[in-house]
């Protein structure tokens, strides 16, 4: 369990022991994320890789005709009344539905904020201005898991929406884990405009839609019910992409509107069933995450560190083969100038500059050098110098070249690297580990 999950607990926070096991598993991956420099993320970014958190809760987003009852299902759902429900002009732009510590709607701007991800949706033009996030306390359900997105009442004809609609979904479907389509049987249930949104959502996010007959209890007999479903089915699959295999809409209906008088069946359970396996899913995809993300942080550290102990093998190569080239560099060009400078200077003149002695014992010195000078035919001895000093510059050449170093990692980033490494091993790993027990705990109970 993270540092911050522990604080929670062990300061007798009571909303801490009211949260699900779910919730508390999110909620401490999350953390293994971004809390601390000892974070994964932290991590990655020291290791230059790019580490995604993963998000605390899922995202599903609600499209459909005027009046399909979308904010009607989120208000049941959360069993709170924040969305307005039927009127086509009560849902114009994009709300986010999410729980909370407290009660609070927040506006265009402090959506943003609070979703940063909205930020990249701003290129739309006036959509800020149709962006809210309604914050409720509700606890309902697998509500704390989830963000519902309330989108815009479609309608065909001369209507016109502020902002593009069509492609603000479509960036919207792309974010989400599931995407609920309700067809409204009473209004307008083969709206283009709705199908085209779906086509082209189904282009990218097939296994995320939903579909339903939504406000089924207004339908009719089931003679009718079942005439609007094969209107909506034979529609759908006239558009290439949607016409699929095993197609099922379930029929539902809110049963708080509904009254005594609902004689059809109503799957809306089946809606909440769709919620649930989302949210395992995503916890599932989290954990592996999490374990995948760990295992690959730690294979890059080791290849860091090899790559730094071959870094060092070549440069212990490089300073022997520098010191070597330098040596044979330096004593050839020794060799020449000697030979230059005695060349002009005779033994007389020396031993009048420093003394006979001294002379003697810098000629007995210099002998072999002179001597295998002298070596050298006359005819060919401005050619053989002129080699000798193209040998002593490729030396140095050979010397500079062969010496160069490659980047070493400091004792400051080794230390951090292993202790990186060691967290790893000794407490995300068996935290992830604790993490999927507690999980599939449940699935025993």
């Known amino acids: ?23 508390v598993i999110l909620q401490e991956c999350h953390g293994l994320y971004v809390e601390g420099q000892d974070s994964l993320m932290a991590m990655g970014e020291r290791l230059g890789l790019s580490v995604e958190p993963p998000r605390k809760k899922i995202n599903i987003m609600l499209i459909g005709n005027h009046s399909a009852g979308k904010s009607s299902f989120i208000n049941w759902y959360i069993e709170e009344t924040i969305q307005r429900t039927g009127v086509a002009i009560e849902t114009q732009g994009f709300t986010l539905v999410t729980s909370g510590k407290r009660r609070e709607t927040l506006t265009g701007t402090a959506t943003t904020h609070f979703y940063p991800m909205l930020k990249e949706l701003l290129s739309t033009d006036k959509i800020l201005d149709y962006l809210a996030t309604e914050v409720t306390t509700s606890k ?23 902002f593009d609609v069509e492609s603000s979904i479509e960036w919207m479907g792309k974010k989400c884990d599931l995407i609920f389509v309700f067809f409204d049987p009473i209004g307008q249930a083969l709206c283009k405009r709705t199908l085209n949104i779906v086509e082209r959502l189904n282009e990218f996010a097939g296994d995320k839609i939903k579909f339903y007959l939504s406000k089924a209890d207004t339908a009719g007999s089931e003679t009718d019910r079942q005439k609007v479903l094969m209107q909506i089915v034979q529609e759908l699959c006239k558009r290439p992409g949607l016409n699929k295999t095993g197609f099922d809409m379930p029929t539902i209906y809110v049963p708080t509107l509904a009254g005594d008088k609902a004689k059809c069946v109503n799957q809306i359970e089946e809606v909440c069933k769709d919620i649930d396996k989302s949210i395992a899913h995503t916890l599932q995809s989290i954990l592996n995450t999490l374990d995948k993300d760990a295992d690959t942080i730690m294979e890059k550290i080791d290849e860091e560190m090899e790559r730094d102990r071959a870094h060092g093998k070549h440069n212990m190569k490089a300073h022997t083969w520098w010191l070597i080239l330098t040596t044979l560099a330096i004593g050839l060009l020794l060799s020449i100038l000697t030979q230059a400078v005695f060349s002009l200077v005779s033994q007389k003149l020396l031993e009048t500059l420093i003394g006979k002695e001294h002379s003697v014992l810098v000629f007995e010195t210099i002998t072999p050098v002179l001597d295998a000078f002298s070596l050298i035919p006359e005819d060919n001895k401005y050619f053989i110098f002129a080699a000798l000093i193209f040998s002593n510059l490729l030396l140095f050449l050979l010397a500079k070249l062969l010496s160069r170093t490659k980047p070493r990692l400091t004792s400051k980033q080794k230390r951090q690297f292993a202790s990186d490494r060691k967290r790893i091993v000794e407490t995300i790993k068996p935290q992830q580990s604790d993490m999927y027990g507690k999980y599939l705990a449940q699935c025993s109970e």
């Open 140 to 162: 309902q359900k697998k509500f704390p898991l989830i963000t519902f997105i309330d989108t815009p009442g479609l309608v065909d004809g001369e209507m016109q929406y502020p």
């Open 1 to 23: 369990m993270t540092r911050r999950a522990a604080k929670r607990i062990a300061g007798g926070n009571t909303e801490c022991l009211t949260q699900s096991i779910n919730e």
